[in-house]
């Protein structure tokens, strides 16, 4: 009996060594390798003076996108007032572009606090020359800064004026109050509370 559980056991075993056992390896036919063909050398054409010109140019060519920090200068500024807004009248340039003032700027002190990533923002309202007071503007509080670019900046009652990057078009006032210290400016040159 014990001879019998004995082979049994030795036969499963070998039953299962033989299973476990790796199947013999076939030699694996290889081709001979191929040669590529070879390639005829690139030819070279002349290069013309147009070009020349045209491959200067793109090099040279500004980026299509760039950040401004101000309005580019397009002329003498002029300064309007806007009555038809939810908050009263407010200062506007002659296109309706609502302005604003910065509160962390220092009123009357002929410098802008607002530079770099501000001025992407809040882009200065720039002049070519003294602005231009429109009706309902007091001319006596119109202004102007030089800012450390070289730009003339306008300013109102002693503050440097700026747009809204997201006032998108005449009438939008969405710059008013952010981060409490942006707001537009009434015709006496104040904050809109």
């Known amino acids: 009996m014990k001879t019998r559980m004995l082979l049994g056991i030795l036969l499963t075993l070998a039953l299962t060594l033989a299973a476990c ?27 013309t003076e147009e070009a020349t010109e045209a ?29 038809s807004t939810e908050f009263g009248p407010i200062l506007v340039d002659d296109e309706g572009m609502s302005l604003y003032l910065f509160t962390n700027d220092t009123q009357n002190s002929g410098t802008s606090t607002c530079t770099d990533d501000c001025l992407v923002a809040w882009p200065a309202l720039t002049t070519d020359g003294d602005p231009v007071a429109g009706e309902g503007v007091d001319a006596s509080l119109l202004g102007t800064i030089t800012r450390d670019d070289g730009t003339t900046q306008v300013t109102y009652n002693g503050w440097p004026l700026y747009y809204y990057a997201q006032d998108a078009a005449p009438g939008d006032t969405n ?16 904050a809109v509370p």
């Open 21 to 47: 056992a790796p199947a013999p390896s076939t030699p694996i036919a290889t081709e001979p390798a191929t040669e590529m063909p070879s390639l005829p050398p690139p030819t070279e054409e002349p290069v």
């Open 175 to 190: 710059g008013q109050g952010v981060e409490g210290i942006w707001f537009l400016v009434t015709p006496a040159g104040e």
């Open 55 to 83: 491959a200067t140019e793109a090099a040279t060519e500004a980026p299509a996108e760039t950040a401004t920090s101000s309005i580019p200068v397009t002329g003498v500024a002029t300064i309007e007032v806007s009555e």
